[in-house]
C-alpha cells in the first residue's frame, strides 16, 4: 500500500472520531450540472481549445452569480467524467452584463487554464499517444465478456504493467503520475494516475467507472510504505447493477523500500464494499453521493482463487 502526498484533495481536517468515512453530500455544493453547458464544455477541450462561448439562456440563470455556479458545476462533472482531459486544470468564466439591472447578455465566454507542468509536450500529441496506447490495450480486452471480465482485465494489466512512481509521490505539485497518460504510456503512476487510467480504460469498454478520492485514516497509515499526509484515490465501478470499490494502487504493493513487489496479481481491493473500503480512508465530500457498496461476493471469489494459486 502506498500513498503521494499530492494524490488526493478536499481532505477532511478533522480527527477520525469526528468525521464519517462515507461523509454527506452538503445541499449548498449539490448544484446538477447543465447537460447542454457540459456537452459544450467538453467538446471545447476535446478539441484543445482554450475558450469557448455559449448562449447564457441554456442555463436558465438570471444572475452572474447562478451562471458562473453554473459553469462551475458543469467544470466539476466534466473532470469526474473524463480523466482523459487532464491537461485543464481550470476555468474562469465571464459575462456581459445589460442594463440597470445587471441582466446577462445573450453569450458568456469560457477561458480553460491549461496545465504547465508538462515540460514543453504539447497535450495534442500527449492525447493522441494515450488513445493510441489504450486501443492497444483494449484489443487484448475481453470485449464480448461481461463487465466483470473487463473491469478485472483491466485491474489486472494496471497492476501488472504500472510501475509505482516513488520519485513523483515526493514531488509536490500536479506531475505526469497523477494523470491517466502517465499510467498507460509513462507506465509509471501514483494512486490518481492509476485511478484515472482505470476510469478511462473501463469507460472505452462501456463499463461505468467513477474515481473517488479522500484521506487513509491515520490508524491505518503505519502499515503504508511511504509517509504522506495520507491523500488517496480509487475507483467505484458498477457491475450487473451493484457497485463496488476498486483501488489498483492498494493491489500493487511495494516493499519497505519503495520497490515493487513483483508476484501474482493480488486483488485485496478489487470489488470490495463499504465495510471494506472505509476501514481504512474517509470518502472527500465531493465524492459523497457515489453509490453506497455492499456486496464482497466477487472479491470472495478473486480472493479464494488467489490463495488456491498461490498453494499450488
Not at 95 to 102: K, P
Not at 202 to 215: D, F, Q, W
Amino acid at each position: 500500500m502506498h500513498l503521494s502526498e499530492s494524490d488526493g484533495q478536499h481532505q477532511p481536517q478533522s480527527s477520525e472520531d469526528d468525521v464519517p468515512a462515507r461523509p454527506q453530500k452538503q445541499e449548498a455544493d449539490s448544484t446538477v450540472p447543465n447537460e447542454e453547458l457540459l456537452a459544450i464544455m467538453r467538446e471545447a477541450a476535446m478539441h484543445f481549445e482554450k475558450e469557448f462561448e455559449f448562449e447564457t439562456a441554456i442555463t436558465e440563470c438570471s444572475t452572474s452569480d447562478q451562471l458562473f455556479a453554473a459553469v462551475y458545476a458543469a467544470f466539476e462533472e466534466m473532470q469526474r467524467r473524463n480523466p482523459e482531459l487532464f491537461w485543464i486544470s481550470g476555468v474562469h468564466p465571464s459575462v456581459t452584463l445589460y442594463g440597470d439591472n445587471a441582466e446577462l447578455g445573450q453569450t458568456a465566454k469560457v477561458d480553460f487554464n491549461f496545465r504547465d507542468a508538462f515540460s514543453g509536450m504539447q497535450p495534442e500529441e500527449m492525447f493522441r499517444e494515450m488513445k493510441q496506447e489504450a486501443a492497444r490495450i483494449l484489443e487484448s480486452a475481453p470485449k464480448t465478456g461481461s463487465d466483470y471480465e473487463k473491469a478485472l482485465f483491466v485491474h489486472d494489466y494496471l497492476v501488472e504493467h504500472t510501475a509505482y512512481d516513488l520519485q513523483g509521490s515526493l514531488q509536490d505539485g500536479f506531475q505526469l503520475c497523477h494523470t491517466a497518460y502517465g499510467a498507460l504510456v509513462k507506465h509509471s503512476a501514483v494512486c490518481m494516475g492509476y485511478a484515472a487510467a482505470y476510469q478511462y480504460l473501463l469507460r472505452e469498454l462501456g463499463v461505468h467507472c467513477m474515481y473517488a478520492s479522500g484521506t487513509v485514516k491515520e490508524s491505518a497509515r503505519s502499515s503504508l510504505s511511504l509517509q504522506s499526509d495520507g491523500g488517496h484515490a480509487w475507483n467505484c465501478v458498477e457491475l450487473d447493477g451493484e457497485y463496488y470499490w476498486v483501488d489498483v494502487t492498494w493491489d500493487d504493493p511495494l516493499d519497505k523500500n519503495g520497490q515493487e513487489i513483483g508476484g501474482p496479481v493480488k486483488h485485496e481491493y478489487c470489488f470490495v464494499d463499504d465495510n471494506k473500503i472505509f476501514e481504512t480512508r474517509i470518502l472527500s465530500e465531493e465524492y459523497a453521493d457515489l453509490p453506497v457498496c455492499q456486496s464482497m461476493k466477487l472479491n470472495d471469489q478473486l480472493m479464494e482463487a488467489d490463495r488456491k494459486n498461490a498453494g499450488k
